[in-house]
């Protein structure tokens, strides 16, 4: 099966192309490096030449109010471009929970790039996934100073970028969901509980205080980030995960 991979030199695109690859597959990835922009539609006939599956880990370079166009003009030339290729199932990463936070510009742009996915040509899978174990510390230094770090009681179910890897390949080279697959890590965390466990792992002194006004999750309420009685868990914990990180 030849399987083209957007945003196939990122953290889980190249991934999902070493995996593809190891399984036997012929597997493409497609990024700006290698001649392909999804803005503007160059390269993606090339690349999508021949092609069974399009796998869509792209992103959009910002998180603002930008990244509604990003997905709107990205979506509509690879779903424009599948159908020239003759492409039999289309398939993005996107967010659990990201149709329920609407006050947050980037979940928005995620859900409307489902949309388009959903109106295309093309049968399709959505793989909706949580958090990254990858992304803690990057949440964490978005409200931090050198001796503390705010964070809000937002309940998380984080998985590790590997374990998404794998979902992604597995829905990638199954027949189209016409549909959501939720996956999730093992364990529910309140994210200013979720940076102690971290600090506490990184031997960093600095303390955590319960801000439920502090970054970007501040917007969210209630379990949408949550997974579902539906989802497929994955086997990493987060303790086992960061100690092996360390």
């Known amino acids: 099966m030849k399987l083209t991979v957007i945003g196939g030199t990122g953290m889980i695109g190249s991934q999902v192309v070493q995996k593809l690859r190891a399984a036997g597959h012929e597997a493409v990835p497609a990024a700006p490096s290698t001649g392909v922009d ?5 390269g993606l006939d090339q690349a999508l030449e021949g092609a069974d599956v399009v796998v869509n880990v792209s992103n959009s370079p910002t998180f603002d109010e930008a990244s509604l166009g990003f997905f709107r003009t990205t979506m509509g030339n690879l779903l424009a471009a599948g159908e020239r290729a003759g492409v039999r199932h289309q398939v993005v990463l996107s967010i659990v929970g990201v149709d ?31 958090q990254f174990f990858e992304f803690v510390n990057a949440i964490l230094s978005w409200t ?22 794998d979902a992604v390949v597995d829905v990638a080279t199954g027949a189209p969901l016409q549909g959501i697959r939720n996956v999730a890590g093992p364990d529910v965390f309140a994210l200013d509980d979720l940076g102690r466990v971290t600090l506490a792992a990184q031997q960093d002194n600095r303390k955590v ?14 379990d949408v980030l949550i997974a579902g009685p539906d989802a497929h868990l994955a086997p990493t914990h987060y303790q086992d995960w960061i100690q092996s990180a360390r």
């Open 38 to 42: 999804l803005l503007t539609g160059d």
């Open 144 to 165: 931090s100073d050198d001796t503390t770090v705010r964070l809000p009681a937002t309940r998380l179910q984080p998985m590790a970028a590997a374990d998404v890897v």
């Open 209 to 222: 205080v319960t801000d439920d006004t502090a970054g970007m999750f501040a917007a969210v309420t209630g």
């Open 100 to 130: 329920q936070v609407p006050e947050l510009d980037y979940y928005r742009a995620k859900a409307l790039q489902e949309d388009l996915l959903r109106q295309g040509p093309t049968p399709y899978s959505i793989v909706r996934a949580t």
